[in-house]
């Protein structure tokens, strides 16, 4: 299976796994579209600049394009592989979509005092 493969893959059943199996329905919400944009910006600048110098390559066997890395098109935006905004997109979906899920099942719904927490081996109350 390729990397664009895969990445389809994930895309669909990250779509699925929202709508249908865990019930979010977040890609129908304004929010979450404007909450992705500043996601993917930060995605889009971090990725560009790890494959746009070359730090992370890409075989071009197994993506859309070729492996050399240009700043639009040949399968690439803002010199990042299609397929790897395809994986970012999936990855923050899922990661909110579960977390949408398991809220609105009672997941840890008030917060809850806890022992005293040490910081470096020293209790808080200890503290100058």
Do not use: C, H
């Amino acid at each position: 299976m390729t990397y664009t493969q895969i990445a389809i893959s994930m895309v669909i059943l990250t779509v699925i796994f929202d709508l249908w199996v865990l019930r979010t329905r977040l890609l129908t919400r304004k929010a979450f579209w404007t909450a992705y944009a500043i996601v993917i910006f930060f995605q889009l600048l971090t990725n560009g600049i790890l494959t746009g110098f070359n730090i992370v390559r890409y075989n071009g066997d197994v993506i859309i394009g070729s492996s050399t890395p240009v700043l639009l098109g040949d399968g690439r935006l803002f010199f990042a592989p299609i397929e790897d905004v395809l994986f970012g997109f999936a990855l923050v979906v899922q990661t909110m979509a579960w977390w949408v899920f398991w809220g609105r099942r009672g997941l840890q719904v008030e917060p809850k005092a806890g022992p005293v927490r040490l910081w470096f081996g020293v209790k808080k109350s200890d503290e100058l």
